[in-house]
Protein backbone atom coordinates (compact mmCIF):
# COMPACT_ATOMS: atom_id res chain seq x y z
CA UNK A 1 0.00 0.00 0.00
CA UNK A 2 1.25 3.47 -0.86
CA UNK A 3 -0.32 6.42 1.20
CA UNK A 4 -0.48 9.87 -1.11
CA UNK A 5 -0.40 13.26 0.27
CA UNK A 6 -0.57 16.36 -1.87
CA UNK A 7 0.11 20.12 -1.37
CA UNK A 8 1.41 23.25 -2.66
CA UNK A 9 -2.56 24.12 -3.92
CA UNK A 10 -4.24 27.59 -3.56
CA UNK A 11 -5.54 30.32 -5.01
CA UNK A 12 -3.38 32.40 -8.12
CA UNK A 13 -3.72 35.23 -10.27
CA UNK A 14 -3.37 34.15 -13.80
CA UNK A 15 -0.28 34.26 -15.40
CA UNK A 16 1.17 33.30 -11.51
CA UNK A 17 2.67 29.98 -10.64
CA UNK A 18 2.38 27.32 -8.21
CA UNK A 19 4.57 24.30 -6.67
CA UNK A 20 2.92 20.82 -6.19
CA UNK A 21 4.10 18.47 -3.94
CA UNK A 22 3.18 14.69 -3.55
CA UNK A 23 4.96 13.10 -0.34
CA UNK A 24 4.54 8.86 -0.89
CA UNK A 25 5.19 6.57 2.16
CA UNK A 26 4.45 2.92 2.71
CA UNK A 27 6.43 0.99 0.43
CA UNK A 28 9.82 1.99 -2.42
CA UNK A 29 8.93 5.20 -4.15
CA UNK A 30 11.49 4.82 -6.50
CA UNK A 31 9.68 1.60 -7.47
CA UNK A 32 6.83 3.77 -8.60
CA UNK A 33 6.11 5.95 -11.86
CA UNK A 34 4.38 8.95 -10.75
CA UNK A 35 1.31 11.17 -12.08
CA UNK A 36 -1.01 14.45 -11.40
CA UNK A 37 -4.39 14.20 -13.00
CA UNK A 38 -7.11 17.10 -12.21
CA UNK A 39 -10.64 17.10 -12.20
CA UNK A 40 -12.73 20.71 -12.69
CA UNK A 41 -16.34 20.47 -11.34
CA UNK A 42 -18.83 18.86 -13.78
CA UNK A 43 -15.75 17.14 -16.07
CA UNK A 44 -14.19 13.95 -16.20
CA UNK A 45 -10.43 13.79 -13.77
CA UNK A 46 -7.94 14.03 -16.76
CA UNK A 47 -4.33 13.71 -17.38
CA UNK A 48 -1.95 16.28 -16.75
CA UNK A 49 1.66 15.13 -16.47
CA UNK A 50 3.53 12.16 -16.00
CA UNK A 51 7.34 10.67 -15.28
CA UNK A 52 9.09 7.33 -14.88
CA UNK A 53 10.32 5.91 -11.96
CA UNK A 54 14.16 7.42 -12.66
CA UNK A 55 12.81 10.30 -14.00
CA UNK A 56 14.46 10.47 -17.19
CA UNK A 57 11.08 10.01 -19.30
CA UNK A 58 8.21 12.45 -18.74
CA UNK A 59 5.16 13.30 -20.43
CA UNK A 60 2.46 15.67 -20.49
CA UNK A 61 -0.65 17.16 -21.67
CA UNK A 62 -0.70 19.16 -24.84
CA UNK A 63 -2.81 21.80 -22.58
CA UNK A 64 -0.20 21.77 -20.02
CA UNK A 65 3.05 21.18 -22.05
CA UNK A 66 5.45 24.49 -22.38
CA UNK A 67 4.06 25.61 -19.09
CA UNK A 68 4.55 22.62 -16.29
CA UNK A 69 6.89 20.72 -15.39
CA UNK A 70 6.60 17.22 -13.05
CA UNK A 71 10.41 15.41 -11.11
CA UNK A 72 10.75 13.84 -8.57
CA UNK A 73 13.16 13.55 -5.78
CA UNK A 74 13.32 9.84 -4.71
CA UNK A 75 15.61 10.77 -1.67
CA UNK A 76 12.90 12.84 -0.59
CA UNK A 77 9.69 10.23 -1.85
CA UNK A 78 8.12 13.59 -3.53
CA UNK A 79 6.89 14.27 -7.09
CA UNK A 80 6.36 17.55 -7.72
CA UNK A 81 4.28 19.45 -10.17
CA UNK A 82 5.75 23.38 -10.87
CA UNK A 83 2.93 25.11 -12.91
CA UNK A 84 3.61 28.04 -14.37
CA UNK A 85 1.88 30.95 -16.73
CA UNK A 86 -1.25 29.47 -14.73
CA UNK A 87 -4.85 29.81 -16.61
CA UNK A 88 -8.34 30.27 -15.50
CA UNK A 89 -8.91 27.00 -17.22
CA UNK A 90 -6.23 25.19 -14.95
CA UNK A 91 -8.79 25.43 -12.35
CA UNK A 92 -9.14 22.17 -10.84
CA UNK A 93 -8.22 19.71 -7.68
CA UNK A 94 -5.40 18.50 -8.38
CA UNK A 95 -4.33 14.36 -8.07
CA UNK A 96 -1.21 12.79 -7.62
CA UNK A 97 -1.22 8.89 -8.29
CA UNK A 98 1.32 5.90 -8.32
CA UNK A 99 1.88 2.66 -9.97
CA UNK A 100 4.54 -0.07 -9.34
CA UNK A 101 6.65 0.23 -12.81
CA UNK A 102 9.90 0.13 -13.08
CA UNK A 103 9.60 -1.40 -16.62
CA UNK A 104 7.81 0.87 -18.56
CA UNK A 105 8.00 4.88 -18.75
CA UNK A 106 5.49 7.47 -17.61
CA UNK A 107 2.24 6.64 -17.90
CA UNK A 108 -0.94 8.64 -19.19
CA UNK A 109 -3.49 6.70 -18.48
CA UNK A 110 -5.71 6.91 -15.63
CA UNK A 111 -6.77 3.54 -15.14
CA UNK A 112 -2.94 2.60 -15.39
CA UNK A 113 -2.74 3.89 -11.71
CA UNK A 114 -3.34 2.49 -8.69
CA UNK A 115 -2.89 4.54 -6.08
CA UNK A 116 -4.00 8.04 -5.82
CA UNK A 117 -4.09 11.12 -3.16
CA UNK A 118 -6.73 12.96 -1.88
CA UNK A 119 -6.07 16.09 -4.06
CA UNK A 120 -4.94 19.88 -3.68
CA UNK A 121 -7.15 22.50 -5.14
CA UNK A 122 -5.57 25.19 -7.47
CA UNK A 123 -7.90 28.12 -8.31
CA UNK A 124 -7.03 30.71 -10.49
CA UNK A 125 -8.13 34.03 -11.21
CA UNK A 126 -8.62 35.89 -14.39
Known amino acids: QVQLVESGGGLVQAGGSLRLSCAAS????????MGWFRQAPGKEREFVASISWHGFIRSYADAVKGRFTISRDNAKNTVYLQMNRLKPEDTANYYC???????????????????WGQGTQVTVSS
Open 26 to 33: GRTFSNYA
Open 97 to 115: AAVEDRTSGARRALTEYDY
